[in-house]
């Protein structure tokens, strides 16, 4: 029950990009059309994912027995660098749309604050292997979530008659305003 409750937790209450503002970066860069937004999701969710359970290995089984866990930081990011080159790898084999619609953005999951910010977040609040595993992928399914409803809502205005002055980023940075203002009504859903 309580990896539950931290999993809906992590999607929805603690949301990575619209409560805990990480990720902002691919999250108005690729959230023009919902194909590109939801592959770039399952990108993340992959690098999050993967990323959680190695930063938890390399934390606790090489970083606390050698006694410098001060380079946590520099670990994670060469953690987070290897896994976003096999996804890139990937994805270039499999999907090369997509790897031509993510373009710049998926090499920078490397750099994606959301990624390091899990991983720093589960070093910080001591989670266990499995709780660490839960919040990595809850955080990438909420990641996923809040990018492809944002798609969804820039794809629906491109077609209805939006003031000049709102087109591009202003409508953008309205509607992700509203759906953070949606998501603080699930703020009193787990006590």
Same mark, same amino acid.
């Given at each position: 029950?309580e #990896?539950?409750?931290? *999993?809906i937790?992590? +999607?929805?209450?603690?949301?990575?990009?619209?409560?805990?503002?990480?990720?902002?970066?691919?999250? %108005? @860069? /690729?959230?023009?059309?919902? &194909? !590109?937004?939801?592959?770039?999701?399952? =990108?993340?969710?992959f690098?999050m !994912?993967?990323?959680?359970?190695m930063s938890?290995? /390399?934390?606790?089984? +090489?970083?606390?027995?050698?006694?410098?866990?001060?380079?946590?930081?520099?670990?994670?990011?060469?953690?987070?660098?290897?896994?976003?080159?096999?996804? &890139?790898m +990937?994805?270039? $084999?499999s999907?090369?749309?997509?790897?031509?619609?993510?373009?710049?953005?998926?090499?920078?999951?490397?750099?994606?604050?959301? /990624?390091? @910010?899990?991983?720093?977040?589960?070093?910080?609040k &001591?989670? !266990? #292997?499995?709780?660490?595993?839960?919040?990595?992928? @809850?955080?990438? /399914?909420? *990641?996923?979530? =809040?990018?492809?409803i %944002?798609? @969804?809502?820039? &794809?629906?205005?491109?077609?209805?008659?939006?003031? $000049?002055?709102? $087109?591009?980023?202003?409508?953008? %940075?309205? =509607? =992700?305003?509203?759906?953070?203002?949606?998501?603080?009504?699930?703020?009193?859903?787990i006590k």
């Open positions: 029950m #990896l539950l409750l931290l *999993f937790g992590a +999607v929805l209450i603690n949301n990575v990009i619209l409560s805990r503002f990480l990720g902002i970066c691919p999250f %108005l @860069g /690729v959230s023009r059309r919902v &194909e !590109t937004a939801f592959g770039m999701g399952m =990108a993340v969710t690098v !994912t993967l990323a959680s359970l938890y290995i /390399v934390y606790e089984y +090489v970083l606390v027995p050698l006694d410098i866990t001060y380079l946590y930081t520099i670990a994670f990011i060469l953690v987070i660098a290897s896994l976003v080159q096999l996804v &890139e +990937v994805i270039q $084999k999907s090369p749309s997509l790897y031509q619609a993510l373009g710049v953005y998926l090499p920078l999951i490397t750099t994606n604050c959301a /990624v390091l @910010g899990i991983a720093v977040i589960n070093m910080q &001591e989670f !266990t #292997l499995m709780q660490s595993l839960i919040n990595g992928f @809850g955080s990438a /399914v909420g *990641f996923t979530l =809040a990018i492809v %944002l798609a @969804g809502i820039n &794809e629906k205005t491109n077609y209805n008659n939006v003031p $000049k002055a709102f $087109k591009g980023y202003p409508a953008t %940075l309205l =509607a =992700a305003g509203l759906m953070a203002i949606a998501f603080l009504g699930f703020a009193g859903l």
